[in-house]
């Protein structure tokens, strides 16, 4: 049974940093293209940043370039996001997904998905 767990989340002032983890199981996590997407109150789901199984490929959404960092250790199937210069607009409830490598789709597009996380809240104070 796959299980996908995140954890990091916090509340912390703007400006500040957080590092978001996410750990799977039940799966060859390196089998795996991953991506965080997060979701505000009363705001479609987005796509954060993507990274293919291997490391070497990685996406960002416009508005965390520069700020935001996405890695992975394979070893130890966990995804990290590391987030600096957090702002009021990065409140959201942050999930990490899962996808067999080799997807045709967009980084960002959430249906392709197969395993999710429950999801930890990220609330930047201003």
């Known amino acids: 049974q796959v299980q996908v767990v995140e954890s990091g989340g916090g509340l912390v002032q703007a400006g500040g940093s957080l590092r978001l983890s996410c750990t799977a199981s039940?799966?060859?996590?390196?089998?795996?293209?991953m991506t965080w997407f997060r979701q505000a109150p009363g705001k479609e789901r987005e796509g954060v940043s993507f990274?293919?199984?291997?490391?070497?490929?990685?996406y960002y959404a416009d508005s965390v370039k520069g700020r935001f960092n996405i890695s992975r250790d394979n070893a130890k199937n966990t995804l990290y996001l590391q987030m600096n210069s957090l702002r009021a607009e990065d409140t959201a409830m942050y999930y990490c997904?899962?996808?067999?490598?080799?997807?045709?789709?967009?980084?960002?597009?959430?249906?392709?998905?197969?395993?999710w996380g429950q999801g930890t809240q990220v609330t930047v104070s201003s």
């Open positions: 039940g799966l060859t996590f390196d089998d795996y293209e």
């Open positions: 990274i293919s199984w291997a490391g070497n490929n990685v």
């Open positions: 997904a899962a996808r067999r490598w080799g997807s045709k789709s967009w980084w960002h597009d959430a249906k392709t998905f197969d395993h």
